[in-house]
């Protein structure tokens, strides 16, 4: 990863219509409304040369709040977050520059513990 930029982010989503079935959820998700701006998302203990680094979730910098309805433990459609984590690597010699894209998806539910 020497010489390569780290670049992640997430944007708020509606989710919608969760089933949870033996294959796992299915649900429907689109533009939150209205349309949040992307929170960057931080990367730290980069080390290039293992090819390692750590991504940094901060709920704190999300603007998830405790009166949101999407967060009660009742909830129909939780909060969900779609993202991604995007490695650039520079070109070197004859290899054009190039990028590799993780894609993200969170879907936060309350556990219905309220802590005071």
């Given amino acids: 990863m ?3 930029t780290i670049d992640a982010q997430i944007v708020r989503r509606q989710v919608t219509n ?13 533009d939150y409304n209205p ?3 992307a929170i960057p998302l931080t990367i730290t203990n980069i080390n290039a040369a293992a090819g390692t680094c750590t991504l940094v979730i901060d709920a704190g910098a999300w603007s998830l709040m405790s009166t949101d309805p999407q967060l009660e433990i ?4 939780c909060v ?5 984590v995007k490695v ?3 070109a070197a ?5 190039d990028d590799m894209v993780i894609f993200l998806l969170f879907l936060v539910r309350s556990d219905g513990v309220v802590v005071l």
């Fill in 88 to 90: 650039s690597f520079p």
């Fill in 74 to 77: 009742n909830a129909t459609s």
């Fill in 93 to 97: 010699g004859s290899t054009p520059a």
């Fill in 35 to 37: 349309t949040p701006a």
């Fill in 2 to 4: 020497t010489g390569a």
């Fill in 18 to 30: 969760i089933i949870d079935t033996r294959n796992g959820l299915t649900f429907d998700i689109a």
């Fill in 80 to 84: 969900g977050y779609s993202g991604r």
